[in-house]
């Protein structure tokens, strides 16, 4: 086969796509082709889990077999992706007899179409073919990709007025979702909460105005009718407004309450999920949340009312009974009431306390505690929101399995200098 490729679009909806070899290259090749409405056929006499899963849950039909000649009758396109080059090498024969396009795993060039290294961006499929140099291929696909969710690159799609709710997740910029950065890529208003990341304004576009949503615990705050009405009049102007919000909108957020006023005045709006600090913080510093054999619920609390304010909706004598986690939110201020609530409850004194402030920040940094002494503990340290409280067994794990848990991420590997097998190879 030429390796000066005509890149083309298939439309498969509906349409027979044969699949022999049921094992990594099938698994990375099928979600995309079911995506795409194919009617997949796999003959294969084993798969891998997740194949064998599809197969189970009825997205194709699966001859538990080995490949034999007749088998691509009906076929539109065809994937030959066994382990063995003899199979594979027969299913090209047939395939070239039928007139049917057929990609060879192995030996990428022996087949008669090649799979371009792929991505969906907001209804853009992008394709990059590189004259059978597949890491080339990835290396650009990835590097538009990133290009098209930072803005840096236009795709020019129009965005309708209207306001999104976009989760920023935890603080770390990186850590936001692709579909929210992408948003936040085509905002002509950004509404930002104080805990959502910086860092991501700055490569907001000269044009785009920012509006300070900063709520700070027992300070300055804005109104949240004000912030309201920023957002639907800025829509009914035209802008499409983007609510930057730490965390996830809808934990311990006023999201929903923004959704309401939305919807109350007729502007269009969509919510985008973000990583929730309740259990991403305690993940960073080692802390797992739930834990086999030691934590089988987890809990998490809103902070910001004592245990014995009239408007507070939580149990905290019910609480103080488990045994699990429990991850407190806006708690730091009064943490010497909600432990002194779990004490009485009967929660041990002992009770591992992780504190972590500013968490996924470069400014962050940790406590290590018990429910007896963690009050005194966050004073002295001078611990200020924002922060999570982790209380429970898991709170322990960083002690005992700190020599086992990385300081940081590796560095970057030096470019291999032994030959790998092209990404279409059954072992890669």
């Not at 698994?27 to 995309?32: A, D």
């Not at 034999?68 to 539109?76: C, K, P, Y």
């Not at 950065?181 to 805990?195: F, I, N, P, S």
């Not at 982790?390 to 560095?411: D, E, M, N, R, Y």
Request: aromatic letters at 4%.
């Amino acid at each position: 086969m030429t390796e000066r490729h005509y890149l083309a679009g298939l439309d498969l909806a509906g349409r027979r796509v044969v699949v022999v070899g049921a094992g990594t290259v099938a698994q990375r090749r099928l979600p995309r082709l079911l995506a795409a409405g194919a009617e997949a056929l796999l003959v294969a006499p084993s798969a891998t889990p997740a194949v064998e899963a599809m197969a189970t849950a009825g997205e194709l039909r699966w001859e538990r077999r080995p490949y034999r000649d007749g088998d691509l009758d009906g076929a539109w396109y065809v994937l030959a992706c066994t382990s063995s080059a003899d199979v594979n090498g027969a299913v090209v024969r047939e395939a070239e007899r039928l007139r049917v396009f057929c990609v060879r795993a192995d030996r990428g060039s022996a087949g008669t179409a090649v799979t371009p290294a792929t991505a969906e961006h907001d209804g853009l499929l992008v394709g990059v073919l590189s004259g059978g140099r597949p890491r080339r291929s990835a290396a650009v696909r990835d590097s538009l990709l990133e290009a098209l969710r930072s803005g840096s690159v236009s795709d020019a799609a129009a965005v309708s007025p209207g306001v999104a709710l976009v989760g920023g997740g935890p603080g770390d910029p990186d850590l936001i979702t692709v579909r929210g950065r992408r948003l936040l890529a085509r905002a002509d208003v950004v509404v930002a909460d104080r805990l959502a990341p910086r860092e991501l304004l700055d490569e907001l576009g000269p044009h785009v105005e920012v509006v300070d949503a900063a709520k700070i615990p027992y300070g300055r705050a804005a109104s949240q009718d004000v912030i309201n009405s920023v957002l639907i009049d800025r829509a009914r102007a035209g802008k499409f407004v983007v609510r930057l919000k730490g965390g996830d909108p809808y934990v311990f957020g006023r999201g929903f309450e923004e959704v309401l006023a939305c919807a109350s005045a007729g502007v269009p709006v969509t919510v985008v999920p973000g990583i929730s600090s309740a259990f991403a913080v305690p993940l960073v510093v080692g802390v797992p949340v739930t834990h086999r054999g030691m934590a089988h619920e987890v809990v998490v609390v809103s902070g910001h009312v004592p245990p014995d304010h009239p408007e507070s909706l939580v149990d905290w004598a019910a609480l103080a009974r488990l045994t699990g986690t429990l991850v407190l939110l806006m708690a730091v201020e009064r943490i010497a009431e909600f432990a002194a609530a779990l004490l009485a409850g009967g929660r041990p004194a002992d009770t591992s306390v992780m504190v972590i402030a500013d968490g996924t920040r470069p400014t962050e940094r940790t406590v290590r505690s018990t429910l007896a002494a963690v009050a005194g503990d966050i004073a002295a340290a001078g611990i200020r929101p924002p922060a999570i409280i982790v209380i429970g067994p898991v709170a322990a794990l960083p002690a005992t399995l700190s020599a086992a848990l990385p300081a940081a991420p590796p560095a970057a590997l030096p470019e291999p200098t032994t030959s790998h097998p092209p990404a279409d190879h059954p072992s890669a």
